[in-house]
């Protein structure tokens, strides 16, 4: 899958997305003529880049997660000015904030992670791990926003969607809702979706369509959540199929769709 960069934070996300998960840079859509939108944009970019940079430090780069023996191993990139991490975790959703109750939290300073290159979070519990990392240039901060990341211990998470339509009467009249209903076996949350449509067929990629919507925050409850479809789109002839924003969180979790009639909307 082919990936590009937030010009802003410098996080890699989907192709086509519009709304970066990082920074909130709205991925600019062509306005008006070339040059004018050119400029406009250029001006619009140093603006976020600038407000990016004031809002103080930034968070850890390229954060990965992977399951090792016995250990849950995390690594990331440092930003500059950092001196130290608040790592927190819970099993249920990622934390909410820093100090956040509900997490368990650790600190890792630079010096220690560069003796081992990495965060080591010994026999850690057989669940879903969120974690939450904020960088700091201080143990009395100030702190940088969350990088998150999940960790499924080694498992695979699959979850199952399809499109659940119903109508004003029981077989026939307007459609009256029109959600995606998600099914895994463990209550897990998902951070950043997009819905791309495409007519006649599954779209293969998220640039393979457009995106009718980005999603922030699925969590499930008894294995379940749903995606509500905006109406404005029921009736188009489209095939829909979901993509994570972020390419790294397709890494523990596989999206499994419906077979095509299960999939369209129109
Ligand atoms: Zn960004």
Redo the contacts with the bound molecule.
């Keep these: 899958m082919t990936q590009k960069t937030?010009p802003?934070?410098?996080?890699p996300?989907n192709p086509g997305i519009t709304l970066?998960p990082?920074?909130?840079?709205d991925f600019p859509r062509v306005l008006g003529t070339p040059e004018v939108s050119g400029k406009l944009l250029q001006q619009k970019l140093e603006d976020a880049k600038a407000e990016w940079v004031k809002r103080g430090i930034q968070p850890v780069g390229e954060l990965t997660s992977r399951f090792q023996g016995y250990d849950l191993i995390l690594t990331w990139k440092w930003p500059k000015d950092a001196e130290l991490v608040w790592i927190c975790h819970r099993h249920d959703t990622f934390p909410t904030k820093q100090k956040d109750p509900k997490a368990s939290v650790a600190v890792c300073t630079r010096r220690e992670y560069e003796r081992n290159l990495c965060w080591t979070l010994r026999n850690p519990q057989d669940k879903p791990h969120y974690f939450a990392v904020y960088a700091a240039k201080s143990a009395t901060g100030p702190f940088s926003p969350a990088a998150q990341i999940m960790e499924c211990m080694g498992q695979l998470a699959e979850i199952n969607y399809r499109i659940v339509k119903r109508k004003r009467f029981i077989l026939f009249g307007p459609v009256a809702s029109l959600h995606i209903s998600l099914k895994t076996k463990a209550d897990i949350c998902l951070q950043a979706l997009i819905l791309v449509g495409k007519r006649h067929s599954l779209p293969v990629s998220p640039g393979d369509g457009v995106i009718l919507k980005e999603i922030q925050n699925v969590q499930f409850v008894r294995g379940k959540a749903v995606v509500p479809v905006p109406p404005e789109h029921w009736s188009r002839e489209l095939v829909v199929r979901l993509f994570f924003a972020k390419p790294a969180d397709a890494k523990n979790i596989r999206l499994l769709h419906g077979n095509t009639d299960k999939m369209r909307l129109g």
Excluded at 8 to 11: A, D, K, R
Aim: aromatic share 10%; proline share 0%.
């Design positions: 937030c802003v934070c410098e996080l996300v970066c990082q920074c909130g840079w």
